[in-house]
């Protein structure tokens, strides 16, 4: 069972110290490997333990509202003393209190903070010393108050000239000019008197502490939930308790007090939420693979709540979002049902869209990706104005983050240039690391943080396990470096020479060291299939070709092979030692051979480059059906990614491998290839005189028809594959593809959707370098 505390009340955590502050006798006995390794080793028991128990800052916003309810039997003492007594002990050296250190953004969540702990002090006529220097610190940043760069908390133009009017009421002497109070509330009755609708009704019932006698509590109840609580907010409920002194309010308070002694959150229950956002990080890290079985148990926990409606994920966006988006991720049956209340139209109604919060739009923007079976088609469209607000709104700049965080304006631009399909899974490792903020500060009605979201321990982690995976990669592209020397196939000068690319789309995709063979084969097949791609498009006669088909029928056949060319043998010779070298390597992770399952492969592979090699030279015109059916195969994916599904663990039966879901997957990821290849291409192939989907759609739909329309209806048909590809890849019932191995088929498409991101990055001398820098040559430094 996970656990909250409240950490107290700074809620940072401390690195392991370096070794070299070890005691003399045990540094000395340490190599700087070992060193490495027990520093690793210490970092993840210490992140493991974060998933029994959340810990959340200490709100003395919230507290001092607690502290303000009077005991049922008596209005002349504090319902919750020792919330009272918390207030008297934690003020900060500058009089404030709040959060420390203050954000320099802050000041105006600081002086409401230290404000609504003035009203309780003075509520129950305690803490002279405390209110003075309370008050000095009011005065002395009062003037942040109208500093527009200043990050103000939710609810704060009501709130805090709300309790301005009560301090007024108490005779709490504010050090303030009455002209500045006077604007204050003058703003406020303006911001109360705006047109009411069903999101301004929710957010005015949030901010109740500040509304006072204005605030109809009625209406404020109508947002009360199981657990007693109005918005899951110590501060709203407390002050409900005040006014009404309504018993499920009291129980919430009560037990919150109960739990954490004599301070409260700003938020509670959260345990859900910082969870799920703790598994987004290591994910999003590329350290989660160090945590599965925690993972798989909170995801498990999440699950059950799921199906049992709990409320504490159906009543927040954000929970909604990630907990349905994680859920699908990895394997689970949930309905996007729950989504629907955040379709445009009840969005732009709702709290979140009465705030703008750009959090929660960002959440669900993310979430809708994952909208994908046919019945959601829906939804899907309905949720597509996540993509439109965030794209609208961030280049406006009218983020409240870009005031108070570049960090989360990286996320968002990030999120939206590379969607999932797009998102190649260890390039954004690094961005995410590099841009990786260990200031978990955020805001609702204060400030609070988290330790279990942004944390100085996951980062270490990261840069560590990102650099350790790098050095290995980096000497595995150094021996296929010297393998394609060794070959010859460096002599073939007709052949593009695009080692590095091949092989970051390898370590780009399956970056663990153990799948090292993995890595190897995807890359040592996507260098052969680049070279016979140019073989037979440029390289060789029709002889040649048909002589290098016949060398792979005739595998088995006794006798010495004839090659009609030495670039027939230099090719011969590389295919067979690779397909060689994976059955061997086959045959250790699979224990049975899959040498002609490859050979198959590539048959397939080579006789549609040869038909396509036919139609281009009798000027055959094919229809589409004809093109796409032989065009998938000669995608050249096939020996690329198939090869591999033998490499990176589960055991793959031939009856896997003959499935009609195992072929369905390759089918959809190669069509998908094919077509995005085709429409970034056909400029080019059109000038050469090739064959190219963009061109026969033009020709097979009758005159009129624009190469810009051709292109935006292979685009529908590519986001049509793609979520089919991704729905079979998710899916778990009646599935017999083991999910790695689903997922190199996604990863593939990933990869296709960089490299055509903008143009042909493949072909490109230079468009992808420094996404291949990134990951193989350039360690990260922070």
């Known amino acids: 069972m996970t656990m909250m505390s409240l950490s107290h009340p700074n809620c940072s955590r401390h690195s392991s110290l370096p070794i070299s502050a070890l005691p003399k006798s045990k540094s000395e006995l340490l190599t700087e490997t070992d060193a490495t390794i027990l520093c690793f080793q210490e970092t993840k028991e210490r992140i493991k333990k974060m998933f029994d128990k959340t810990e959340l800052s200490v709100s003395a916003y919230d507290t001092a509202w607690v502290a303000m309810v009077s005991s049922p039997n008596s209005r002349q003492a504090p319902c919750f003393p020792e919330c009272v007594n918390w207030l008297l002990d934690n003020q900060l050296s500058d009089g404030s209190w709040g959060l420390p250190p203050h954000h320099p953004l802050l000041v105006k969540d600081a002086l409401s903070s230290t404000l609504a702990c003035l009203l309780a002090l003075k509520r129950w006529g305690l803490g002279e010393q405390q209110m003075?220097?309370?008050?000095?610190?009011?005065?002395?940043?009062?003037?942040?108050?109208?500093?527009?760069?200043?990050?103000?908390?939710?609810?704060?133009?009501?709130?805090?000239?709300?309790?301005?009017?009560?301090?007024?009421?108490?005779?709490?002497?504010?050090?303030?000019?009455?002209?500045?109070?006077?604007?204050?509330?003058?703003?406020?009755?303006?911001?109360?008197?705006?047109?009411?609708?069903?999101?301004?009704?929710?957010?005015?019932?949030?901010?109740?502490?500040?509304?006072?006698?204005?605030?109809?509590?009625?209406m404020v109840m109508k947002y009360q939930r199981k657990n007693g609580s109005l918005f899951n907010s110590p501060s709203t409920t407390a002050a409900a308790l005040s006014h009404l002194g309504n018993a499920g309010c009291y129980h919430y308070i009560h037990s919150l007090v109960a739990k954490f002694g004599n301070a409260v959150p700003t938020v509670y229950p959260s345990d859900k939420y910082a969870l799920l956002c703790m598994i987004g990080s290591l994910e999003r890290l590329g350290i989660d693979r160090h945590f599965s079985k925690e993972i798989r148990d909170v995801l498990e926990e999440t699950y059950r709540c799921w199906l049992q409606g709990d409320e504490e994920i159906f009543s927040d966006a954000d929970t909604c979002a990630m907990a349905f988006?994680?859920?699908?991720?990895?394997?689970?049956?949930?309905?996007?049902?729950?989504?629907?209340?955040?379709?445009?139209h009840h969005f732009s109604h709702s709290f979140g869209g009465h705030l703008k919060d750009f959090g929660t739009a960002l959440e669900l923007f993310k979430a809708s990706q994952f909208v994908i079976f046919p019945e959601e088609s829906g939804l899907e469209k309905q949720m597509s104005w996540t993509n439109q607000f965030l794209t609208q709104e961030f280049?406006?700049?009218?983020?409240?983050?870009?005031?108070?965080?570049?960090?989360?304006?990286?996320?968002?631009?990030?999120?939206?240039?590379?969607?999932?399909?797009?998102?190649?899974?260890?390039?954004?490792?690094?961005?995410?690391?590099?841009?990786?903020?260990?200031?978990?500060?955020?805001?609702?009605?204060?400030?609070?943080?988290?330790?279990?979201?942004?944390?100085a321990d996951f980062l270490q982690l990261a840069v560590e396990d990102f650099n350790s995976?790098?050095?290995?990669?980096?000497?595995?592209?150094?021996?296929?470096?010297?393998?394609?020397?060794?070959?010859?196939?460096?002599?073939?000068?007709?052949?593009?020479?695009?080692?590095?690319?091949?092989?970051?789309?390898?370590?780009?995709?399956?970056?663990?060291?153990?799948?090292?063979?993995?890595?190897?084969?995807?890359?040592?097949?996507?260098?052969?299939?680049?070279?016979?791609?140019?073989?037979?498009?440029?390289?060789?006669?029709?002889?040649?070709?048909a002589n290098l088909v016949h060398l792979l029928?005739?595998?088995?056949?006794?006798?010495?092979?004839?090659?009609?060319?030495?670039?027939?043998?230099?090719?011969?010779?590389?295919?067979?030692?690779?397909?060689?070298?994976?059955?061997?390597?086959?045959?250790a992770w699979q224990g049975r051979s899959v040498t002609h399952h490859v050979i198959e492969i590539w048959l397939d592979l080579l006789k549609s480059m040869l038909r396509e090699a036919e139609w281009a030279r009798n000027k055959v015109v094919p229809t589409l059906d004809e093109y796409v059916e032989n065009g998938y195969v000669s995608m050249a994916l096939g020996p690329i990614v198939l090869p591999v599904v033998y490499l990176i663990g589960p055991k793959v039966s031939e009856e896997v491998v003959r499935s009609p879901e195992f072929h369905n997957l390759f089918k959809l990821m190669s069509t998908c290839g094919r077509l995005i290849n085709d429409t970034r291409t056909f400029k080019r192939e059109y000038e050469d005189g090739k064959l190219n989907f963009v061109l026969l759609h033009m020709i097979h739909s009758g005159s009129g028809t624009t190469e810009e329309e051709a292109v935006e209806k292979i685009r529908g048909l590519i986001a049509d594959g793609r979520r089919e590809l991704l729905r079979l890849v998710l899916q778990e019932k009646d599935s017999v593809v083991p999910r790695a191995c689903k997922d190199l088929f996604w990863k593939m498409v990933q990869v296709l959707h960089l490299f055509y991101m903008d143009g042909d990055g493949f072909s490109s001398p230079n468009m992808m370098l420094n996404a291949v820098n990134d990951l193989i040559r350039e360690p990260i430094s922070l």
């Open 395 to 455: 280049s406006n700049g009218t983020t409240r983050a870009d005031r108070f965080s570049k960090y989360f304006s990286i996320e968002v631009h990030d999120t939206l240039k590379f969607p999932f399909h797009a998102n190649v899974e260890r390039l954004a490792h690094r961005r995410n690391i590099e841009h990786h903020h260990v200031d978990n500060t955020r805001i609702f009605k204060t400030s609070y943080c988290f330790s279990n979201i942004s944390n």
């Open 553 to 587: 029928e005739k595998w088995d056949a006794n006798g010495s092979p004839h090659y009609c060319s030495e670039q027939v043998e230099i090719i011969f010779s590389a295919l067979r030692n690779t397909i060689c070298e994976i059955r061997d390597k086959a045959l």
């Open 132 to 218: 003075t220097k309370g008050l000095q610190f009011i005065e002395s940043n009062f003037t942040s108050i109208n500093d527009e760069e200043q990050h103000a908390p939710i609810g704060f133009n009501i709130i805090f000239p709300g309790m301005i009017e009560t301090a007024m009421d108490m005779n709490l002497n504010l050090p303030l000019r009455w002209e500045d109070i006077n604007v204050m509330l003058h703003n406020r009755d303006l911001e109360l008197r705006r047109n009411n609708f069903e999101g301004r009704e929710a957010y005015l019932a949030y901010v109740s502490e500040g509304m006072g006698k204005l605030q109809d509590w009625e």
């Open 469 to 545: 995976c790098q050095s290995i990669h980096h000497e595995e592209l150094k021996h296929l470096e010297r393998w394609v020397v060794e070959s010859r196939l460096d002599r073939l000068k007709f052949a593009r020479q695009k080692m590095a690319y091949c092989y970051f789309s390898a370590a780009g995709t399956s970056f663990s060291p153990e799948l090292s063979d993995a890595r190897i084969s995807w890359a040592k097949n996507s260098v052969l299939t680049t070279v016979v791609d140019d073989f037979f498009d440029i390289g060789g006669s029709e002889e040649e070709l």
């Open 325 to 344: 988006r994680i859920l699908r991720v990895h394997g689970y049956e949930v309905s996007s049902d729950p989504l629907t209340q955040y379709a445009e």
